[in-house]
């Protein structure tokens, strides 16, 4: 899986410079939105779905299951309130 979120994040920033869209503001998505900014648009879903499987499938396990510990001079001054 590790492999496969690499190549997607390289695909990623090879279609995030969109070179065929530079010069055109033709045809318009749902006939008011540029081209380009349509793309930017998927584009930006497309990285948030990226960034999540990043989290699904990468994120350390380990951390999720530390628990905040109290150090010893806080847990005394609790303690006598």
């Known amino acids: 899986m590790k492999w496969l979120l690499l190549i997607l994040t390289l695909v990623l920033i090879v279609v995030h ?11 318009l998505a749902f ?26 499938f990468l994120w350390p396990k380990d951390l999720e299951s ?3 510990e109290v150090p010893q001079d806080d ?4 303690a006598g309130h």
Request: aromatic content about 18%.
């Open 17 to 27: 410079q969109d070179f065929w869209n530079w010069g055109s503001s033709k045809p």
């Open 31 to 56: 006939g008011f939105l540029p081209i380009g900014l349509w793309y930017h648009a998927l584009f930006c879903v497309a990285a948030a779905i990226l960034l999540a499987m990043f989290v699904m």
């Open 66 to 68: 530390v628990e905040r």
């Open 75 to 78: 847990a005394a001054q609790n």
